[in-house]
């Protein structure tokens, strides 16, 4: 019997500017690690993660997956955290014919549509609708019904997809575009962007951002007094404890996306006990200090891996793909199988609208009333949605 570890390799963002993340999901693979060792580990070996940082620069991918294949020669890879630490591995890993679960990259497989590729995001076949539906079937329910919608997204390739299900969605509904608008993603003064869309005053305002420029978006829509009757969609950001902690009451009032929350619906002694570890060393992991957003996925990513292993009684990719294509996965995060392009069979989606959120403190948002979940019916907690400016109130 073959007595080496193990070995599962695979870059996350440990340093730049998706940092906070990459390292929320590494402290959650360490503790999926340690269970699955305690439990024996994989095929009578121990697991050894083999985690190298792509410094949120993804012309470092391609060549640490070589590094991983060719010098670590781990038994298995995964994919890191979202589209720029998976998209630039899938030439290699297409080549080589390797089985990979990638961890919230929303739509790298729309490009490649290779067999073998799975990913943990609970955004179902068609990730550009998931995304924003909720969205916009919240806007559809107001009284009266929205009329118009500004639109301002970051210029990235990220935001391509949330943008196009964004518009689909908005004509469905009977809304118009009255502004299209991109900002660079370098961008610190959103106040030129503010003075146009006071002038245009829209009825719902959808943003797509990445961390930093939430933070800024965030509070130049305070500082201008912007009141639209919706204001948030698809920005990542807000879902960090961080991000949470610095805005505090700036963030009352919008409505946006989460992946998992801790409602009655999604709570099981599994998850809770993996949040009860992940938060005791959060902070000295330099992670996220909640772990809401990355932290179950990222450990679901690894319970998939595991339960395929268990099953097949291989590490071989094309065994653990064919049996992930049509297996149900027992995870914290619930049972997920997966379907076309790869991502889960069904989307999961939530919406919600922060509010009656007092302060800064971190431990303001572990109390379910200052995130209502509004969106999708069977998970919503009750809250009502408010508009944007009565909820600033």
């Known amino acids: 019997m073959d007595a080496s570890p193990l070995t599962i390799g695979y870059c996350l963002s440990l340093s730049g500017a998706l940092a906070s993340n990459g390292k929320t999901a590494r ?27 792509d410094q949120t620069n993804p012309d470092l991918v391609a060549d640490i997956y070589r ?13 890191g955290y979202g589209d720029n630490s998976v998209a630039p591995a899938m030439p290699l890993i297409m080549e080589r014919k390797r089985f990979l679960i990638a961890l919230m990259a929303l739509a790298v497989n729309a490009k490649f549509n290779y067999p073998q590729y799975f990913v943990m995001i609970p955004t179902g076949p068609h990730p550009n609708m998931a995304l924003t539906e909720g969205f916009f079937q919240i806007a559809g329910q107001q009284h009266p019904k929205p009329e ?7 210029d990235a390739p990220f935001s391509q997809s949330p943008s196009e299900g964004a518009k689909e969605h908005l004509a469905r509904q009977g809304m118009r575009v009255v502004f299209d608008g991109k900002y660079p993603l370098s961008t610190t003064d959103f106040s030129p962007y503010m003075e146009e869309l006071k002038r ?30 919706l204001v948030g969609g698809a920005m990542i950001g807000p879902q960090n404890g961080v991000v949470k902690a610095a805005l505090g009451t700036l963030l009352n009032g919008l409505v946006n996306y989460e992946y998992w929350l801790p409602v009655p619906s999604l709570i099981n002694p599994q998850i809770q006990s993996l949040i009860a570890t992940y938060q005791s060393r959060a902070e000295q992991a330099g992670a996220d200090p909640l772990g809401y957003y990355v932290a179950p996925l990222a450990y679901a990513q ?32 619930g049972n997920v199988t997966f379907g076309e392009g790869g991502g889960w069979a069904q989307p999961r989606v939530l919406t919600v609208q922060f509010q009656n959120i007092q302060g800064n403190s971190v431990s ?18 009750g809250g009502v949605i408010y508009p944007y400016a009565k909820a600033k109130q």
């Open 27 to 53: 402290l959650a693979h360490q503790i999926w690690q340690e269970n699955v060792n305690a439990n024996g580990g994989l095929l009578g070996r121990s697991v050894e993660l083999v985690c190298l940082d």
């Open 67 to 79: 590094r991983l294949l060719d010098v670590e020669k781990v038994d298995v890879v995964i994919g």
């Open 148 to 154: 118009t919608v500004a639109i301002l997204v970051a």
């Open 200 to 229: 245009i005053n829209p009825d719902v305002l959808f943003l797509c951002s990445y961390i930093n420029d939430s933070i800024g978006l965030v509070k130049a829509i305070n500082a201008a007094g912007l009141s639209p009757r």
């Open 302 to 333: 690894l319970q998939v891996v595991e339960q395929a292993i268990r099953t097949v009684s291989s590490t071989d990719d094309a065994a653990l793909s064919d049996y992930t294509r049509k297996a149900v996965f027992e995870t914290v995060v």
């Open 364 to 381: 303001e948002f572990k109390r379910l009333d200052t995130q209502a979940v509004v969106y999708p019916p069977e998970i919503a907690s």
